[in-house]
């Protein structure tokens, strides 16, 4: 990779050192059992990081447990397991705090402790001197390594510390080199630098030597840049949290700092099999932790590559990469072509292409473009509604989609909420007939209705299931008067489709849309 005028080498050793299962933890509304960090493991080892950082044993039972158990179950065949702790305190040996000791015990070959670089911090969290804090920092360091370990060592608020008082902060790093930490690294704990900053910290703490790691929040949203400035800067080691996961706004993306690595600087961090494997162990682990993808994550997101634009499509007709900055399948992605009233010919062609129709001919494609900016226009959104915008293509180019005939609907409420749906339905061989279905609310009694006329004919009906149901109000100030979109997820098997209703009230957008969903079903998906 070119930087200015300078290639950047990646240094002899590198380290990518994962701390999901210890800071990533520590996000609000996440919560990890031991089952659960054992599985995100066993998927950070399959993507290749060096290290992966476990949790702090003796901290609870839980975090003791899960090194018990790593040790029975955990195969690991690329990463080294890490025991985080702290150095030992204050008015103690190390060889004699329990804390210290619980470390040993979790029987990693690697420990990480953490250690504070910042003055203030010395004086008011320890509430000791300077001199104690850098002599714990030696005693816990010297100790570990005379116990067989190899030690790196955390500088807690390291860039803050240097901001105020470098010289102290400095000679922390400088105590745990010394004393035999094969890694110091530079922390910003706060999450309050910006690139430039980190950039020239590093560059001056790197004139002590040693080997350097960084560790960066992302409280500026800067957490990727300001990783990167380190590695600029001569860092050999990077930590961060799978999806960015991590306290307040939480860690570097380290998805996003391999992705820059592997594909910007050009350097083997991981394989280039297990980067196509990046986008589904991301979003694995966001189903562990029961977290929802961002959609818009660098490289991973569903909406990554998603172009909407008229002016975009024609261009990645000619060649996708005029409008995308690496290939996506490189990281498991995959391209997406948005359908709207932004969309031109191109749009339509693309989008089409990917669900299987042939729109070369031009005339079809720019009729179905005008089509769907007239829908657009009056309340659909193909966007996400990719089944509904498929039997648009199939109508336009002449498919057979009719199941049935539907001659009408009604649905009753009573008082005690309980609804009653009649519909009208025929078929080619029979004429049309009342059937009746009977539900929590008017929807699903007209679910219950459209399934009793459809499933006698059709019994795949019973392998099909709605899984999800959105309404939006598109009049705005208009209230119970406004229009109304629905959009409904539909699942058979392995295959999840949605489908998008529009109408002057909720019932009749839902009606839409459920008899697409069907029709969707039965006349494609099956």
């Known amino acids: 990779m070119l930087l200015g005028n300078l290639k950047l080498a990646k240094p002899e050793t590198f380290h990518v050192f994962d701390t999901t299962l210890r800071d990533g933890a520590q996000q609000e509304g996440l919560r990890l059992t031991v089952h659960d960090k054992l599985r995100i493991a066993g998927l950070l080892d399959e993507l290749g990081v060096t290290f992966i950082e476990g949790g702090w044993p003796g901290a609870n039972p839980n975090e003791t447990e899960f090194f018990r158990l790593a040790a029975e179950k955990l195969q690991l065949k690329n990463a080294t397991l890490v025991a985080f702790g702290a150095t030992r305190r204050v008015g103690m040996t190390a060889a004699t705090d329990p804390l210290t000791k619980a470390l040993l015990d979790a029987n990693t070959e690697v420990i990480c402790v953490v250690a504070k670089s910042h003055d203030r911090h010395v004086r008011d969290a320890l509430k000791t001197t300077q001199e104690e804090n850098l002599a714990m920092i030696e005693d816990t360091v010297t100790y570990l390594i005379s116990q067989g370990r190899r030690v790196f060592v955390d500088c807690e608020h390291f860039f803050n510390g240097y901001l105020d008082n470098p010289t102290y902060a400095k000679m922390a790093v400088a105590t745990a080199a010394e004393a035999g930490a094969e890694v110091v690294i530079l922390c910003d704990t706060n999450g309050g630098m910006l690139p430039g900053m980190v950039r020239e910290i590093v560059a001056d703490v790197a004139k ?19 990783t990167l400035a380190g590695v600029d800067a001569g860092i050999m080691h990077v930590q961060g949290t799978m999806n960015g996961y991590g306290e307040r706004t939480g860690n570097a993306d380290l998805t996003t700092v391999i992705a820059n690595l592997k594909l910007k600087y050009g350097w083997d961090v991981i394989t280039d099999e297990a980067l196509r494997d990046l986008t589904r162990i991301a979003h694995s682990v966001a189903d562990i932790t029961n977290q929802t993808p961002w959609a818009r994550q660098p490289y991973l997101g569903v909406s990554s590559f998603a172009h909407k634009a008229g002016l975009h499509a024609s261009a990645i007709k000619v060649d996708a990469n005029l409008y995308q900055h690496i290939d996506p399948e490189l990281v498991g992605n995959g391209m997406r072509m948005l359908i709207s009233d932004m969309a031109g010919r191109a749009n339509i062609q693309i989008k089409a292409e990917q669900l299987g129709h042939d729109l070369s001919e031009r005339e079809t ?162």
């Open 208 to 226: 002590l030597g040693g080997q350097l790691g960084i560790h960066c929040h992302n409280d500026t949203g800067c957490a990727v840049a300001n």
């Open 365 to 526: 494609a720019a009729r179905l473009a005008e089509k769907v900016k007239e829908r657009e226009a009056e309340g659909y959104s193909y966007e996400a509604a990719d089944a509904s915008f498929d039997l648009l293509i199939r109508a336009e180019l002449g498919a057979d989609l009719d199941l049935c005939q539907i001659a009408g609907w009604r649905v009753f409420t009573d008082q005690d909420e309980e609804s009653q749906a009649v519909i009208r339905v025929g078929f080619a061989d029979e004429p049309a007939k009342p059937y009746v279905g009977e539900g929590n609310g008017p929807v699903n009694a007209l679910d219950q209705a459209l399934r009793a006329a459809l499933t006698p004919r059709y019994p795949q009906m019973a392998t099909i299931e709605l899984v999800d149901y959105r309404v939006r109000l598109l009049d705005e100030g208009r209230g119970t008067d406004a229009t109304t979109r629905v959009l409904i997820d539909t699942r058979m098997g392995s295959k999840t489709w949605t489908t998008v209703g529009v109408g002057g009230n909720v019932v009749e957008a839902s009606w839409e849309a459920l008899v697409e969903a069907y029709t969707y079903a039965l006349c494609v998906a099956y």
